[in-house]
Nanobody
Framework: QVQLVESGGGLVQPGGSLRLSCAAS????????IGWFRQAPGKEREGVLC????????YYADSVKGRFTISRDNAKNTVYLQMNSLKPEDTAVYYC???????????????WGQGTQVTVSS
């Protein structure tokens, strides 16, 4: 069974950093675009950023530009989300997902992880 597992979430103070990981088992991430999404309490899930499978091109939501970066380590079959200068409004459950195309459209994503909680609070 295809599985994606996110990790690295937790409680961090405003201005702090966290690195989330998205590890895949039973399939290779090499050929998939990977997206990170988040869902805050009472809000719809939204796209945060995504990275292509081919040339490493990335796309970011305006709300995280300059603060979040995405990278992939194909040897470890893992994708990372580095989050810096965190704000309280970044508090959400963060999910990674796979797609055959690089896009921020959630409907294009097939496999999803279970999510990891990120809480930004003093």
């Amino acid at each position: 069974q295809v599985q994606l597992v996110e990790s690295g979430g937790g409680l961090v103070q405003p201005g702090g950093s966290l690195r989330l990981s998205c590890a895949a088992s039973r399939f290779s991430l090499d050929y998939y675009a990977i997206g990170w999404f988040r869902q805050a309490p009472g809000k719809e899930r939204e796209g945060v950023l995504c990275i292509s499978s081919s040339d490493g091109s990335t796309y970011y939501a305006d709300s995280v530009k300059g603060r979040f970066t995405i990278s992939r380590d194909n040897a470890k079959n893992t994708v990372y989300l580095q989050m810096n200068s965190l704000k309280p409004e970044d508090t959400a459950v963060y999910y990674c997902a796979t797609s055959t195309i690089v896009t921020m459209e959630m409907d294009e994503y097939d496999y999803w992880g279970q999510g990891t909680q990120v809480t930004v609070s003093s």
